[in-house]
């Protein structure tokens, strides 16, 4: 069901004649009982290759309210307001150490619709890779109806490739949820 | 009748207040009140959102307790004097985001802040109600420390967090940088800072 533009009550109306209370406040109740959102995981190691910003393939639905997991992120299927927000855990990486050991990495949350940053977590110029980088990108902002929400991660390196680390705690993670017309 | 929250033109109203009784009749301003109103309200509740559009110098300050007031002049959305809505001189007005509700708020932030060196960049929650505070601590980006290598280095620290705050309390965002003599939260592209705050319920 859709939100209805509650009705405005008028002096001498009748339910069932003049105003559905079904659409008008059950199915509105409901639905804000129940907003859309959704939160997808994944559940295998993907490489992130160097300098290439890579979408993460997000394969596991935990929940989705507004038929909103589609292909490997989450797609708007009613405008607002929406709280989304991702996590990605870079492996630590012992095998680089000293001088060499610098990367940037990032995690973003990217509209391939509209090809457009939502929200970022990055560490751009060199970083301590031999220990886990955790980036949670959040964003929190209007979505429009066709807005395609993805998951991204970038990373740089002398050479080799990090994978998104993946297991209980520290698996991607994506979720939209509307908070607000 | 409690009304506590006005959003434009629409109230919040306590349902406590309104009484159905068998063979009552019901009046239209009572319904629209609060069944309309109240409708409108929790689908479209109490929320702010703004930005910056020019950069920022940060002083560099050697000490933890220390920040700088980060402005964030345009307002992306206000659904009613949230955004800027209260007094907080010395500090520009825009700095601020004042609950007009009390419940649970989600705060939340986004800074980005300029390829530097040998620094420490910090962003801490800020009340300015009866005074400025720190109320949240600080928060930094993972290994935002002090590079030891001197390498420069960016970064964008997202902070989000949710809170129960009483109404007319005026929340705001400060940084700190250290070691360096100066630090810019800049506008990098589509990386802008910003600045929300979300009623989420009561409490």
């Given at each position: 069901m859709a939100w209805t533009n509650p009705y405005t009550y008028k002096v001498g109306d009748l339910a069932g004649v003049d105003v559905n209370m079904t659409t008008d406040l059950t199915d509105n109740l409901k639905w804000l009982y129940n907003p859309p959102g959704a939160r997808r995981r994944k559940n295998s190691a993907q490489a992130i290759t160097t300098n290439v910003i890579t979408t993460l393939a997000l394969d596991v639905t935990v929940y989705d309210t507004d038929n909103m997991a589609v292909g490997t992120g989450v797609d708007c299927q009613t405008a607002g307001d929406y709280l989304v927000g991702g996590n990605v855990v870079f492996a630590a990486d012992p095998g680089l150490s000293g001088g060499t050991n610098k990367r940037a990495r990032m995690a973003r949350i990217y509209n391939s619709d509209r090809q457009l940053s939502l929200g970022e977590h990055d560490i751009l110029g060199a970083i301590e890779t031999s220990i886990q980088t955790d980036l949670?990108?959040?964003?929190?902002?209007?979505?429009?109806?066709?807005?395609?929400?993805?998951?991204?991660?970038?990373?740089?390196?002398?050479?080799?490739?990090?994978?998104?680390?993946?297991?209980?705690?520290?698996a991607p993670v994506l979720y939209a949820q509307w908070i607000g017309g | 009748?409690?009304?506590?929250?006005?959003?434009?033109?629409?109230?919040?109203?306590?349902?406590?207040?309104?009484?159905?009784?068998?063979?009552?009749?019901?009046?239209?301003?009572?319904l629209n009140r609060e069944i309309r109103d109240n409708l409108r309200f929790l689908h479209d509740p109490p929320s702010a959102l703004a930005t910056h559009d020019s950069n920022q110098t940060i002083s560099k300050d050697?000490?933890?307790?220390?920040?700088?007031?980060?402005?964030?002049?345009?307002?992306?959305?206000?659904?009613?004097?949230?955004?800027?809505?209260?007094?907080?001189?010395?500090?520009?007005?825009?700095?601020?985001?004042?609950?007009?509700?009390?419940?649970?708020?989600?705060?939340?932030?986004?800074?980005?802040?300029?390829?530097?060196?040998?620094?420490?960049?910090?962003?801490?929650?800020?009340?300015?109600?009866?005074?400025?505070?720190?109320?949240?601590?600080?928060?930094?980006?993972?290994?935002?420390?002090?590079?030891?290598?001197?390498?420069?280095?960016?970064e964008t620290i997202p902070w989000v967090r949710i809170v129960?705050?009483?109404?007319?309390?005026?929340?705001?965002?400060?940084?700190?940088?250290?070691?360096?003599?100066?630090?810019?939260?800049?506008?990098?592209?589509?990386?802008?800072?910003?600045?929300?705050?979300?009623?989420?319920?009561?409490?």
């Open positions: 949670v990108p959040i964003y929190r902002g209007s979505l429009v109806v066709g807005d395609s929400v993805a998951l991204q991660a970038y990373q740089t390196s002398s050479g080799g490739t990090l994978s998104a680390a993946v297991d209980g705690t520290n | 009748m409690l009304i506590n929250c006005r959003r434009g033109n629409t109230l919040w109203t306590d349902p406590a207040a309104l009484q159905f009784q068998n063979g009552a009749k019901v009046g239209a301003t009572v050697d000490a933890l307790s220390d920040f700088y007031v980060l402005d964030f002049s345009r307002t992306v959305k206000d659904t009613g004097e949230i955004h800027g809505g209260g007094d907080i001189g010395p500090y520009p007005a825009t700095a601020g985001m004042r609950t007009t509700i009390a419940g649970a708020w989600l705060q939340q932030a986004i800074v980005p802040f300029d390829v530097s060196y040998l620094s420490e960049r910090e962003i801490k929650g800020l009340q300015f109600t009866g005074g400025i505070a720190v109320v949240d601590g600080f928060h930094r980006s993972s290994h935002a420390r002090t590079n030891s290598q001197g390498d420069a280095r960016g129960p705050l009483p109404a007319n309390d005026i929340r705001g965002v400060g940084a700190l940088s250290m070691v360096e003599d100066s630090q810019v939260v800049s506008l990098v592209g589509i990386r802008q800072p910003l600045h929300g705050m979300h009623w989420l319920g009561g409490s």
